[in-house]
Nanobody, 121 residues
Framework: QVQLVESGGGLVQAGGSLRLSCAAS????????MVWFRQAPGKEREFVAG????????YYADPVKGRFTISRDNAKDTVYLQMNMLKPEDTAVYYC??????????????WGQGTQVTVSS
């Protein structure tokens, strides 16, 4: 079993920055792919960014490309999402997930509880 806990969400003005963290515990593996999803009210959960164990390689959804950066610290079993130039449309609950295969669909075995990110105009 793997437990994931997100932190770092909050309220920020448009153009500002936040850094989210996702700490993993339990039977963790450095070979897990780690991803971030987000879900706004009334919308489907959507892929934001992912990072593989190989490379590591990173992947970004088009709306966040060039603004968000995903990274991982395997020694700390932690993945980060640096969010710059935030826009109101980035407002959502952000979820961390982990699994053996990186996909852009929400097919992961392990999920965090989510952290709220609110971007004001």
């Amino acid at each position: 079993q793997v437990q994931l806990v997100e932190s770092g969400g909050g309220l920020v003005q448009a153009g500002g920055s936040l850094r989210l963290s996702c700490a993993a515990s339990g039977r963790t593996s450095n070979n897990y792919a780690m991803v971030w999803f987000r879900q706004a009210p009334g919308k489907e959960r959507e892929f934001v960014a992912g990072i593989s164990w190989s490379g590591p390689r990173t992947y970004y959804a088009d709306p966040v490309k060039g603004r968000f950066t995903i990274s991982r610290d395997n020694a700390k079993d932690t993945v980060y999402l640096q969010m710059n130039m935030l826009k109101p449309e980035d407002t959502a609950v952000y979820y961390c997930a982990a699994g053996w295969v990186l996909t852009t669909t929400p097919n992961y075995d392990y999920w965090g509880q989510g952290t709220q990110v609110t971007v004001s105009s």
